[in-house]
């Protein structure tokens, strides 16, 4: 840990004083690590507002989330997306052309489906007088797609809005090299073969090498697993602890996918291969096993392994958003209502991951709640680290006072009440679509467990975050 330290010191700034803060109070969980039982029911008040729609998920759904390089790695996004909505169609049986509007997210787009939303939407069988339009907010575009719809409605432009999200890490754009992408346009202008040779004449062998995509900040250059390697280490977050958070994720996600608890799943027939019906990228270890592995991204001394990351994956997501009224009018027996949500942004540099902390007291706030009120939790996990940090950030006075601007603490989440199917660790973390997952999970863990109140929160490139408050809805 001392290597570590001093390797941080110099590379965060707020290193020092965070590691001196949270190196004596070392993450105590190893106890909780499995244990799952359900949230407590209490009879507690609702979050309706006067004069303001209640918006409802009436259901949800995903192919299964799979490691890219897999049975996916042939198609295209908009194919995912298309079976992501015919799945939503098929599940609901709600009538095409009773939706207003369709919102999708997406991280790295195709560049000939730019606008996949449309694309997919057409490809599902939706009427083409359906507008469709896509949004990007790194790892919670899916969120964003779902707040643009929950806007949409509690504004009374529409009643009925599917959102969702796509990615597909199997087939990204590679470009080339500015230097060639000059040269091919402005060969695509030239009139004489002069001018076609004068050009060629300047072409180099290095004007051949690729631009590959990365998963880097724009504004710092760095990737997001070394941002990651230095928030544990800057909280004093141990390569055990992140070792055994990881071990938990995958064990209740292997738990959920054998009790058939995952059932937002619906099966997707790939073209030309078998039937895909569970995600593939749940993969209980042992303790023994993870702590072989190098570090990923601070080498020697990182903690960050493949183990206790989420994996690159190809998926999709989907979900049918009423007005309250528009859904009973219809027969419909909605799951849950989506209430209150905050959007936050920090530095990106030192506070890339910190999206939960920032955003989890001021939801709560709006929705007049205490973090005792909620009875499900479902965290986006990057990370084990990322997690453990924003634990041990949201438990800290120090750091709610000289950080954030706030008297107290937040408080830490209970792990009895935290990602119990298992999380973006294990099920996977297709970029634009995990955001629908994690509002699925809560709202179906919310009606297995009978709990009311239920909290999604993530965070994002940019060091953005999101997180949303979602209601059972009563039974």
Known sequence: MTSILTYTFKNLPNASKWALRFSVRPLSCSSQLRAAPAAQTKSKKT??????????????????????????KDLMPHDLARAALSGLLHRTNVPKDVVDYIIFGTVIQEVKTSNVAREAALGAGFSDKTPAHTVTMACISANQAMTTGVGLIASGQCDVVVAGGVELMSDVPIR????????????????TLGQRLSLLSKFRLNFLSPELPAVAEFSTSETMGHSADRLAAAFAVSRADQDEYALRSHSLAKKAQDEGLLSDIVPFKVPGKDTVTKDNGIRPSSLEQMAKLKPAFIKPYGTVTAANSSFLTDGASAMLIMAEEKALAMGYKPKAYLRDFVYVSQDPKDQLLLGPTYATPKVLEKAGLTLNDIDAFEFHEAFSGQILANFKAMDSDWFAQNYMGRKTKVGSPPLEKFNNWGGSLSLGHPFGATGC??????????????????LVAACAAGGQGHAMIVEAYPK
């Open 176 to 191: 080339h090299s500015r230097k060639m992408r000059k040269m091919m346009l402005d060969l695509n202008k030239a009139k």
């Open 47 to 72: 979050l309706a507002k006067p004069n303001i729609r209640n918006i409802v998920v009436v259901d949800g759904v995903r192919i299964p989330f799979l490691q890219s390089g897999t049975s996916y």
């Open 437 to 454: 997952r994690l509002v699925m999970a809560a709202a179906n863990r919310l009606r297995k467990e009978g709990g009311q109140y239920g």
